[in-house]
Each structure stands twice: as structure tokens, then as C-alpha cells.
């Protein structure tokens, strides 16, 4: 997290291939908080090093990222970044091995309220 003027800044990670859906994400982050520090990134393997040497707010996943697969970064995830992710799939297998790992889960197909509302949650953690 970092402050500004005791605003408090969300850092918040992106891992989604598909430039619409980043799109959509940061607009519904922005709709909750005009305070947030945005990283997006498209592969498995930047995720990875990000996920290693930087903290943050708010993770969201995606399932299928090319090159890559979002669902290989599951089991390299801290219990404190279990907390504060959210895997945003289509995927009803990773679905399910996130929902195992107890990771908050949201369907690719959900609606915009029920998105909006995973978020707000992950974040109030």
C-alpha cells in the first residue's frame, strides 16, 4: 500500500491476457476507488516475479494467459496473497482448485454487480 496525504493508495495486480477484460477490471476498480496503484501483466512468467518481490491489495488471475496458464500460480501463492486474490476464470477446473485453496472466485460470465461486489470484498480484507 502507499500513502499519499493519508489517502491510502491500493496496489492492486492484474493477471489477464485479453485487453478488453483489463480493460473492464480497471474500470471497475477505478468505480470503487479512485486510489489505486494498477500493474497488469499478460504472462505467467512476469506474474510469477511480480508475485515474488512486490506486496500487494489486490491480486485478480485469469485462467488462460498466453504464454502461460494463470491457474500454475495457485500453488505459489503466500496465505497472505491467498487473501486478498481473486481468480476471475471461465474456467470451472480452476475454479474449483482455487475454491479448495479457499481463494475468492468469480465467473468470466458474472454480472457487473456481483464483480464489483468480489472486488469490494477482496479489498476490505
Known amino acids: 500500500m502507499l500513502e499519499t496525504k493519508n489517502i491510502v493508495m491500493k496496489k492492486i495486480l492484474i493477471v489477464e491476457d485479453t485487453l478488453v477484460f483489463i480493460d473492464m477490471i480497471i474500470i471497475a476498480i477505478k468505480n470503487i476507488s ?6 497488469d501483466t499478460s504472462t505467467e ?45 471461465s474456467s470451472v477446473d480452476m475454479i474449483k482448485k482455487a475454491v479448495e485453496m479457499n481463494i475468492r472466485c468469480v465467473l468470466k460470465h458474472c ?12 479489498l476490505s480484507r
Do not use: H
Not at 479512485?34 to 500493474?39: K, V
Not at 489486490?58 to 481468480?87: C, F, R
Open 34 to 39: 479512485n486510489y489505486a496503484d494498477i500493474i
Open 45 to 89: 512468467e512476469e506474474a510469477r516475479e511480480l508475485l515474488r518481490t512486490e506486496k500487494f491489495d489486490l491480486i485478480i488471475i485469469d485462467g488462460n494467459l498466453a504464454p502461460g496458464n494463470g491457474e500454475n500460480l495457485l500453488p505459489d501463492l503466500t496465505d497472505e496473497q491467498k487473501e486478498v486474490t481473486l481468480v476471475y476464470s
Open 111 to 122: 454480472s457487473r454487480d456481483e464483480f464489483d461486489m468480489e472486488i469490494k470484498k477482496t
